[in-house]
């Protein structure tokens, strides 16, 4: 194998499912700023808005994730010009 191709802050992260706080340990050098305590030790967390316990394709169940508000944004603004 060569050296030295593995970034240096490659460790264990725990991935958290925003949608159903399903949370999985997995190595990943991704950059975070928060933590999470996962079976009494902490670990840096990254947030997901969708994962494969979340998703239509594996759960066989539609459903509409909608973190950033953004139906509500569209909807206010549909109502405004449906008023018309």
Avoid: W
């Avoid at 050296?3 to 991704?30: E, Q, T």
């Avoid at 030790?41 to 998703?55: A, D, G, L």
């Amino acid at each position: 194998m060569k050296k030295d191709i593995h970034p240096k802050n490659y460790r264990i992260v725990a991935f958290k499912d925003m949608s159903n706080d399903h949370v999985f340990l997995c190595r990943s050098a991704v950059n975070t700023k928060e933590t999470l305590v996962v079976d009494g030790v902490e670990y840096p967390v990254y947030k997901m808005e969708i994962s494969n316990t979340s998703h239509p394709f594996y759960t066989g169940k539609m459903k509409l994730v909608d973190t950033a508000g953004r139906v509500d944004k569209f909807m206010q603004r549909y109502a405004r010009y449906k008023k018309n």
